[in-house]
């Protein structure tokens, strides 16, 4: 930090295992990635190329050097795996993280339907070559999942090589654990945040309101995905209270006796 105020929470620097931040690229030029990492790169510690942008992108594999080199650990979201496995090219796709020096994929059912138990059969796979972030949730709002198989499928999951899980939620915050406008699903992120180990859970939370509830009801060092990478720096604010929506979440309780509007 440029300078130091007290009574900020503390967070780890890079490499983190807590407090994690994901961005969500959807098709950034060299350049704007160049200079999301000049002013926060230190923030970033994974780049998701969204769905299957990364094939239309210029400058693909300079951009992937970019945000290597600067020790962020980019992937390609899961949609591109799921598009790549119903042409019954997981191979190739394999093959094609080799391609760009890829060391992390996303695996991931949302839009497509299969078997569980071949999901982590293919995370094993992967595991065994990269480091895998697997997703769990469907992309469609009509698809209603119980709590109990959040749960569920996120430890066999974990069990089978992920690294983390990530609570699908798409870049439009309305799914998985959140309802149709937006709402946290309390009930089952309380569920799934007793039951598996905090730091092996990816949040998605592309929404300001949905990661200053996160941060009010977990704490700071949540891990967050899905970030706009326009709010990357803001969100770091929000985690340090410096914001209206978790102003006093850190202060002194005298403090907030004395200074808090009613």
Wanted: charged content about 25%.
């Amino acid at each position: 930090m440029n300078y130091t105020l007290p009574f900020l929470p503390e967070r780890e620097s890079k490499p983190r295992t807590k407090g994690i931040a994901m961005i969500m690229d959807k098709g950034l030029a060299v350049e704007e990635a160049r200079n999301l990492i000049a002013s926060a790169g230190h923030l970033v510690d994974f780049a998701k190329l969204g769905f299957g942008t990364s094939i239309a992108t210029n400058g693909l594999r300079e951009k992937i050097n970019l945000y290597r080199e600067s020790g962020i650990s980019v992937f390609m979201g899961g949609t591109l795996f799921e598009a790549f496995l119903v042409r019954n090219m997981f191979d190739e796709y394999r093959e094609l993280m080799k391609k760009y020096d890829i060391g992390t994929v996303e695996v991931s059912d949302g839009s497509i339907q299969i078997d569980h138990q071949l999901k982590c059969d293919y995370i094993s796979k992967l595991a065994e070559e990269f480091y895998v972030l697997s997703e769990v949730g469907s992309k469609n709002a009509g698809v209603e999942m119980e709590n109990r198989e959040w749960i569920s499928q996120m430890k066999t999951e974990l069990e089978a090589g992920s690294g983390m899980v990530i609570a699908e939620a798409r870049e439009s915050g309305t799914v998985g654990i959140y309802g149709k406008d937006g709402s946290a699903n309390t009930q089952l992120i309380d569920e799934i945040h007793s039951h598996i180990p905090h730091h092996k859970i990816l949040w998605e939370a592309p929404k300001k309101s949905q990661q200053a509830w996160f941060i009010r009801h977990f704490g700071p060092e949540i891990n967050l995905g899905n970030i706009a990478p326009s709010e990357i720096v803001a969100l770091e604010t929000l985690r340090l209270g410096l914001r209206g929506d978790t102003f006093f979440e850190f202060l002194s309780e005298e403090t907030v006796d004395k200074y808090k509007l009613d």
